[in-house]
């Protein structure tokens, strides 16, 4: 691999008698992770069915190393089934630093392709609002495709310049993550395409709008909440200087300790202004630990507004017939109620509302909650995001089939297997592990799983 002469330079300058280990790590191959879904399966219990040879990754629970040569856990059907997400080993550790609770308003600021969001949606089970924004309208599918994938039902996903949140959601959240675009040092062994885009202008340029984002950030944390500010790159410039600027502009912020700094090392005050605070942030290096590499600082604010009063703001309404054809579809399909959901129409796509949501008027929304499905002209087509979302016994009739059954191939093929069932929709998984939808009548199992999904 060719690494930036300038790159070079300055890491040995920063590094001095640590660079030639930093040097020798981009020889070793990239640790690879998986972590755990929590909204689909315990660990203890995914570890007894996982096929593949798993370590632990020390600062997550529910983080492995997997053996790439042997395994490809990313094409597996547990993988389609959502037990698991493919992740850098260090990338797990912002939102375990972040360390979300049930109950709770989050927010993922920069959360394409939705490693952490989905992350931070397993710690809070279900249960509190996350808000999932996304600058790059790009982006945004793989970040939907992954929560959906992940089962995640209390998520909103924005496609808004950080801004342009800001005034919307004064002193809102409690936990605020900031995982920032930045020049990717970290990714240069992954991703040579990185390691071409990189100069020492691009990483100032990058600290400036590392700077913008946090400040947008500050106003809607509340006091007493916590931000982590994340990086996937080395280079102090954006890392230990951005947090010094940033503490600077904004005293009502101070930097705590991060839970698990055991496993890290810690900042360089040196690299920045002094401030001794600093080594109070983390630094993951691939010379230290088996991982890319991030930087992590959990800060606390001390003081500022409170936020909106926990209300929930007005979204478009619903029409009479849409809440007929849910009820109807419920009725004859699932095992629940619907009557205290909060839900959306946008066009005709109806969506379940998480609690405490304010007014998201005039913000660019790509979901305003769980899409439950399409309103036809008399009948609601349930969405595949909905069946993500369900256990077997939400709904009336789950057809289970084993890993080496080769009908569960056929069905993610897409295609129509013979079956002898009750008529109606049906939520067919792997196991007790929903895939997708299908339909009996006739003797057959009419596929439904989404075409742009299908297995070759
Ligand atoms: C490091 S990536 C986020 C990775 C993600 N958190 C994950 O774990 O999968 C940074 C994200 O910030 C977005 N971004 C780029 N410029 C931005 C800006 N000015 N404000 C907010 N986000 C921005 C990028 O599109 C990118 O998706």
Known sequence: MHLPTDYLEQMKTWLQHE??????????????????????????????????DLSPIPWCPEGFYYDHEQDRPGKHVYHAAGL???????????????????????LDLCAAPGGKTTQIAAKMQGKGLLVANEISPQRIKALVENLERCGVTNAVVLNERPERLTERFVGFFDRILIDAPCSGEGMFRKDPEVCERWSVRATHLCADVQLEILSAAAPMLRPGGVLVYSTCTFNPVENEQVIARFLSDHPEFTL?????ASHYQPGRPEWANGCDSLRLASRLWPHHLRGEGHFVALMEKTDGPEGTKRRPGKMPPVSADAVKQL??????????QCDDWLLTMYGDHLYRVPDELPSLKGLKVERPGLHLGQVKRNRLEPSHT???????????RYVSFEVDDPRLYQYLQGETIPFDGDKGWTLVGVERFPLGWAKVSGGMLKNHYPKWLRWD
Not at 256 to 260: C, D, E
Not at 388 to 395: F, I, N, T
Request: aromatic share 10%; net charge negative; proline share 12%.
């Open 19 to 52: 660079f030639p280990a930093f040097l020798a790590s981009y020889e070793k191959v990239p640790a690879r992770g998986l972590r755990v879904n929590r909204l689909k399966i315990d660990t203890e219990a995914f570890l007894q069915r996982s096929p593949f």
């Open 84 to 106: 698991y997400y493919i992740q850098d080993p260090s990338a797990m550790a912002p939102a375990e630093v972040l360390d979300p609770q049930p109950g709770e308003r989050v």
């Open 256 to 260: 705590i300790p991060v839970p698990q």
């Open 327 to 336: 009820r109807t579809f419920i009725h004859e399909t699932l095992t629940c």
């Open 386 to 396: 909905w069946a993500m979302a369900l256990k077997p016994d939400d709904v009336q």
